[in-house]
């Protein structure tokens, strides 16, 4: 099996919205309260960013989803741009039934050896290849333990926390992905570096 490509700085934008997920984005900014209590603090971070940041952006998201991929490429921006400001905090939001369910899981084993991050970057470039197999390949990849990153595939706490994020994303009304909530409000309209920087900064009136 080939090398798995890293997510590029920048990506084209061939992705095709779905209906009901453009509705979600453009019906306006809508108070949406999160639970503090979807990850416990003994689990692994699924986080990036400033750790205090004072923005921190929520983001429900499924790797095989191509928007979600666009997007994921926008957040590193924002980071990049606001490295002492903004936190991002993802939430596993598989399509049920989908094939990024492995990938999820996955995530999280790479997190408990603290590459979330990496393989977050993987999984998102490339979404053909999200199978079990694929994402041992990308473990290997990323120069992981190999046999404690397999035997943490099937820990179920990795699958109490996506049924943790779901049940959130429930409890909220958030359906479709990707969803982006910034200190507790849902984001809506265009999710470009731009918009998303504007209204970090208070900028979005302008």
Excluded: K
């Excluded at 929520?58 to 980071?79: I, K």
């Excluded at 991002?88 to 050896?113: I, K, N, T, W, Y």
């Amino acid at each position: 099996m080939g090398q798995f490509l890293i997510l590029p700085c920048q990506r084209p934008a061939r992705h095709r919205l779905r209906i009901a997920a453009c509705c979600a984005l453009i019906a306006g900014v809508v108070s949406i309260t999160t639970s503090a209590a979807t990850q416990s603090a003994a689990l692994p971070s699924t986080s990036f960013g400033a750790a205090d940041g004072p923005v921190v952006l929520t983001v429900f998201s499924d790797f095989a989803c191509e928007p979600c991929a666009h997007l994921a490429v926008v957040l590193q921006g924002v980071v990049e741009a606001r490295p002492n400001s903004v936190r991002v905090v993802f939430r596993h939001l598989p399509a049920e039934g989908g094939r990024g369910r492995d990938a999820h899981l996955a995530s999280l084993a790479a997190a408990e050896q603290g590459r979330f991050f990496e393989f977050y970057n993987l999984a998102f470039a490339n979404q053909d290849r999200l199978t079990r197999e694929d994402t041992l390949a990308m473990a290997s990849q990323l120069g992981l333990d190999l046999e404690r990153f397999a035997q943490s595939l099937g820990d179920p706490a990795w699958a109490n926390v996506l049924a943790g994020d779901r049940a959130e994303a429930d409890a909220n009304g958030v359906s479709e992905t990707p969803m982006v909530l910034m200190n507790g409000v849902a984001l809506s309209g265009p999710l470009t570096l731009e918009t998303l920087l504007r209204r970090i900064d208070g900028r979005d009136h302008d």
